[in-house]
Nanobody, 120 residues
């Protein structure tokens, strides 16, 4: 009934840019936190960015390079990724939650993920 769907992943050269999109179907964002996480093979799922109303939050790996934004009319959240590095390669997941910002346990709705590959 309510689901999140990511898009925009792909292959990009180091130093390039990508914009990821996450669209919520059958719901509105309201006051929920909308977050981006990423997970590379053999590594833990890592917090990247989150947004609630006008407030934005970033993980250390994202600061200065990534920007999160949202369009409530379109029920879509975006992640603009610039100056990409090989270590940014991962599956990127969109998530929705209410209780907190930083932990994967704060989110209870997840998309299927979109693959980002960065070549050097």
């Amino acid at each position: 009934h309510v689901q999140l769907a990511e898009s925009g992943g792909g292959l990009v050269q180091a130093g390039g840019s990508l914009r990821l999109s996450c669209t919520a179907s059958g719901s509105t964002f309201s006051s929920d936190f909308m977050g981006w996480f990423r997970q590379a093979p053999g590594k833990e799922r890592e917090f990247v960015a989150a947004i609630r109303n006008e407030n934005r939050y970033y993980g250390e790996s994202a600061k200065g390079r990534f920007t999160i934004s949202r369009d409530n009319v379109k029920n879509t959240v975006y992640l603009q990724m610039n100056s990409l590095k090989p270590e940014d390669a991962a599956i990127y997941y969109c998530a929705a939650g209410r209780g907190g910002v930083w932990s994967r346990n704060d989110y209870d709705l997840w998309g299927q993920g979109t693959q980002v590959t960065v070549s050097s």
